[in-house]
């Protein structure tokens, strides 16, 4: 009815508690006939599916729906949510998911003759979520169309197939979420609830053998040590009573200071600051004896101990420890200086630093510094060796003729951000997130496959770089492939807003 309010819209205003100077906008919009603007709204997520597996990892599905009017734009968002599920594993000998999935066409003709075959997977194909699968006893495959869901997207790999993407769980467990755990071991969050401590340990003993470096506390992530001379890493605990010099792990709480022991013999007593409780036994490079690179477990966490071919050590752990740590080096030769650095709740830093100056360190070595919390970074990329390109120069595609041509002539037209390239020998493959729909012939996901043909495609896409792209719908004869194809020198812009308002001029030229 025209010029009517729809009740469900100003009950969500209400109930959703919104500003009450937009409730009064919308009511008088209605009020006077205005017609509704942007995107639709959706329902509410519905409640998780049943695994898609029996045992071992699979994934379940919730969904939801897109209430909007005709001339409201779409929602924005996935209409579609997976997460892991994660089972008992399942028993030795049972038969692989993509197993079952090939043998169910055994027997039955295919590939428009009256011959059968015994069909067994094929891992060799560009396609991981594609069911490819090997006539047994022959050369050749053939591809039956996308896996199920849940099903690996190789043997052994931790991502699975959603949709005919390969897709890894956040630490949410979303699959293609692609949230991370930050530095504290909180998901998606920003560093906010740990401190960063790091310093450089540059005491240097008059004689050789065991020097306290640090105490890691209980709770400490993130764990990185490092130094570069003949000396020796360690990670050490107290035990009460005697015992030679040696990097132990006890289960207490206290940790002494200064020396732990000095010359081969062990002439002069290790002093005890604090007298703690544990097993004693040696984690690395004890009784002066130096232990193999290799993995340790200590205090509930992997200790990666490295030894490089020069006179470099390295000690790394993710943590969380489950107990406290008492670092030491076994001074063979002046200290040049012991880097290490971990991240620690917030809540233990102050004990951290009591403690530490009750052991008598203060005088002897400054504490820690608080460092202020810093986003996550990736590791950085080893550049490549620079190479002459081999790809020839595109032709020039620039012009309002060329964008009519293949807006109006294409399938979708969208904003994306290229998250990752895969040249083959015949096309190249994007991975892309799908920011801005312009136009769209039949559904899009956030995440697609774009493909392009030949090893040098025209226009070329770098990654991490938004493109406003229009791209056709291929599929093949026999209905197992269905792509986006990026033509031959398409339309393949980079993002501006004035980009923006080209693409939006030109889909109203667009004949009928």
């Known amino acids: 009815m025209a010029g009517s309010c729809p009740h469900w819209k100003v009950e969500t205003l209400i109930t959703g508690r919104m500003n009450l100077l937009l409730l009064l906008w919308t009511l008088l919009s209605c009020s006077l006939g205005g017609s509704a603007q942007g995107p639709g709204e959706w329902t509410p997520w519905g409640s998780w599916s049943r695994c898609s597996s029996s045992c071992g990892r699979g994934v379940s599905v919730r969904s939801r729906r897109c209430i909007r009017f005709p001339e409201e734009d779409p929602c924005w968002g996935d209409s579609h949510e997976y997460r892991l599920c994660q089972l008992p594993e399942c028993p030795p000998g049972a038969v692989p998911f993509r197993d079952i999935q090939c043998a169910l066409f055994n027997g039955r003709p295919v590939l428009g003759t009256q011959k059968t075959y015994q069909w067994v997977p094929f891992h060799g194909a560009p396609n991981q979520c594609e069911l490819n699968c090997l006539a047994e006893g022959h050369t050749f495959y053939h591809s039956f169309g996308r896996v199920l869901d849940g099903t690996p997207c190789s043997p052994g790999a931790q991502s699975l197939c959603v949709a005919g993407h390969c897709l890894s769980a956040g630490c949410d467990g979303v699959l293609g979420s692609g949230a991370l755990e930050d530095r504290c071991g909180r998901c998606g969050g920003a560093n906010d609830s740990c401190l960063l401590v790091q310093r450089v340990f540059r005491d240097a003993g008059a004689f050789a053998g065991y020097w306290n470096v640090t105490l890691i506390p209980e709770g400490a992530r993130h764990i990185r040590v490092a130094q570069r001379s003949r000396n020796h890493l360690g990670t050490a ?27 081969r013999a062990g002439s002069q007593k290790r002093p005890l600051a604090a007298l703690r409780t544990g097993d004693g036994r040696y984690v690395l490079n004890g009784d002066w004896a130096v232990s193999p690179p290799g993995t340790y477990e200590a205090a509930g966490t992997h200790v990666v101990y490295i030894r490089a071919p020069g006179p470099e050590e390295t000690l790394l752990a993710a943590g969380p420890t489950s107990q406290d740590l008492l670092l030491q080096v076994l001074l063979r030769e002046p200290n040049p200086g012991v880097h290490f650095e971990f991240w620690l709740p917030r809540e233990r830093y102050g004990p951290f630093q009591a403690q530490a100056q009750t052991l008598g360190w203060a005088p ?15 590791p950085p990329a080893r550049a490549p060796t620079p190479a002459p390109d081999p790809c020839p120069p595109c032709p020039d595609t620039r012009g309002r003729a060329h964008r009519l041509l293949h807006y109006c002539g294409s399938d979708f037209v969208f904003q994306a951000r290229v998250l990752s390239r895969h040249r083959q020998a015949q096309e190249t493959q994007y991975e892309v997130r799908i920011l801005l729909i312009y136009k769209n012939r039949s559904p899009l996901r956030t995440r697609e496959y774009v493909w392009a043909p030949g090893h040098c495609p025209c226009p070329p896409l770098a990654p991490h770089r938004e493109y406003l792209l229009a791209a056709r719908r291929l599929v093949s004869p026999d209905g197992t492939q269905d792509r986006l194809l ?3 020198a398409g339309y393949a812009r980079p993002w501006s807003p004035a980009e923006d308002s080209r693409a939006r001029l030109a889909s109203r030229r667009c004949p009928l």
């Open 486 to 488: 990026l033509p031959h």
């Open 237 to 263: 605990g107290w035990e009460v009573g005697g015992g030679g010099p040696g990097l132990r792990l006890g289960a207490g709480r206290g940790s002494g200071g200064g020396v732990a022991g000095t010359g």
């Open 364 to 378: 002897r070595q400054p504490q820690p510094r608080e460092v202020e919390p810093r986003p996550p970074e990736p």
